[in-house]
């Protein structure tokens, strides 16, 4: 398993990146995926997710913490085995590494994270 997150860089309050993970090892397509991030001196969190609950169907659902419900955008591309993270308006306290996450086998795998700031 092997997840490469790129798109993370400098910006301006109420600005937008958006954010890739090129997933491989495993069928993209059953998988829930993940983005965490984890700001200097915090906890790792959990930002979003993409649920798969049946592995037999294509039925996803997506979930947000709270903090940026309105503003963020998981998407999956099951052709490209990638996920995004669209974020748009974002603030100083967006200012994280963020990370790709699935858990595979029992085995919660990350990529090297990639760095995003927010600042004036």
């Known amino acids: 398993v092997q997840l490469v997150e790129s798109g993370g860089g400098l910006v301006q309050p109420g600005g937008s990146l958006r954010l890739s993970c090129a997933a491989s090892?495993?069928?993209?397509?059953?998988?829930?995926m993940s983005w965490y991030r984890q700001a200097p001196g915090k906890e790792r969190e959990l930002v979003a997710q993409i649920r798969k609950p049946y592995a037999v169907t294509a039925y996803e659902y997506t979930t947000y913490a709270d903090s940026v419900k309105g503003r963020f955008t998981i998407s999956g591309d099951n052709a490209k085995n990638t996920v995004y993270l669209q974020m748009n308006v974002l603030k100083i306290e967006d200012t994280a590494v963020y990370y790709c996450?699935?858990?595979?086998?029992?085995?919660?795998?990350w990529g090297q994270g990639t760095q995003v700031t927010v600042s004036s």
């Open positions: 996450n699935v858990v595979h086998a029992g085995r919660r795998y």
């Open positions: 090892g495993f069928t993209f397509s059953m998988y829930d």
